[in-house]
């Protein structure tokens, strides 16, 4: 809502911070162990990371087009027709949000430093074949590796417009559908629509967290990796 930072784009704004679990309680009014505990009881396994500033997560598509339901519901009472309209980007306008004017990878350059996302460094020695830099050891050391995402903004290295967290931590989702669906996928037991996640999660290299990069996940399959980031339209952008 209008109470969460965020950055002016070309026709939109983007969140600053990736949805956490007290945005989704305070907004959708269910704490989020209620969240997990209603998956569990599908019957589905379920990992708990949980804290009031960190990324929500395991969510399908469904809970996110119902927490967008509420969110723009709240804002049109609020604001009757002022109200600007709240949803997840396009693959292009998350991209838009997110890089630079130049043709970098990352926040930080042609390399993804360790200080600067959440992601799996532990075990990297090279990118693109070629040796680290001394320089990214360094920024790596004391970094604690922990097994799951960290508080939203824990990085303090943000984006050109200013967004935390868009490299790692959560991949996050977009409504870009990709051609490619599940049962196209050799060995996939469900069909199905699989949508675009940008930015790499807790757990990706350094490649899949490029702005460039693609994930995929599908409608209701509950990923680990993958939150969301909304975008707002003020009624003149509409």
Known sequence: GRDTPIV????????????TQGDWARI??????????????GGNRIWRYLGERLPVYHLTMSDVVTFLEVVNRRERKDY????????????LEWEYAARSPDNREYVTGNLLMPDAAK????????????PLPEAWFRRRENLPNINGPMEV????????HGLHDIHGNVAELTCTLSITRLQ???GASRRGSLWITKGGGWSASMKQCAFGARGLTGSE??????????????????
């Not at 009757?80 to 693959?91: C, F, H, I, N, Q």
């Not at 992601?119 to 070629?130: G, L």
């Open 8 to 19: 002016e784009n070309a026709g939109f704004y983007a969140a600053v911070y990736e949805v």
């Open 119 to 130: 992601f799996r460094f532990d075990e990297v020695r090279t990118y693109n074949s070629e």
């Open 28 to 41: 959708a009014k269910e704490d989020f162990e209620q969240v997990l505990a209603r998956q569990e009881g």
């Open 184 to 186: 196209d996928i050799p």
């Open 80 to 91: 009757g027709v002022e109200a600007w309209d709240y949803s997840l980007p396009t693959e």
């Open 153 to 160: 903004g824990s990085r303090s290295i943000a984006s050109y």
């Open 221 to 238: 399959i509950l990923n680990k990796f993958t939150g969301i980031r909304l975008i707002a339209r003020p009624p003149v952008a509409r």
